[in-house]
């Protein structure tokens, strides 16, 4: 067990771990509210006016920022208690769901978002689909770890 005062804090207060989750969600929620409007302007169900690629550009500041309190907030729960975590189910699938979403991000909806309109239709709107699902995926897991073992 950590000894570090906010680890402490978190852990053994009444409202410290109540409070950083709520953080962790509030991250979660920046994060994907961004991914989806840029996922459903991709597969041309939203906000047509502007191109996929200048949307990313719009929104990254808050990607960015709500991704920066999910995986920091994220860690403070995770090490607090750890044991609680590592022997959970959901947490791993989580993991997995969030290793792909990161890979698939990074790999394949950013350069869709770049060349949107160079390839068929129908590959945007599949790496559309594939992001939202990875991604709510991760987020389905997470809230499996409460009631599932």
Do not use: C, N
Not at 28 to 52: H, K, N, S, V
Not at 80 to 90: I, R, V
């Amino acid at each position: 067990m950590s000894t570090w005062a906010p680890v402490v804090l978190i852990r053994d207060s009444k409202y410290g771990m109540p409070a950083v989750q709520s953080v962790h969600l509030m991250g979660l929620t920046m994060f994907l509210a961004t991914i989806l409007a840029i996922d459903l302007r991709l597969a041309g169900l939203g906000l047509r006016e502007l191109p996929p690629f200048a949307l990313w550009r719009q929104l990254r500041r808050w990607m960015a920022t709500g991704a920066t309190l999910s995986i920091l907030s994220g860690l403070l729960i995770f090490v607090a208690t750890p044991g609680k975590y590592l022997g959970s189910y959901p947490f791993r699938i989580k993991m997995a769901a969030l290793g792909l979403a990161i890979l698939f991000h990074f790999l394949a909806l950013r350069r869709s978002v770049a060349s949107a309109g160079a390839r068929p239709r129908r590959v945007e709107v599949i790496v559309a689909w594939l992001s939202l699902t990875l991604w709510f995926s991760v987020g389905w897991a997470g809230r499996a770890i409460a009631f599932v073992p």
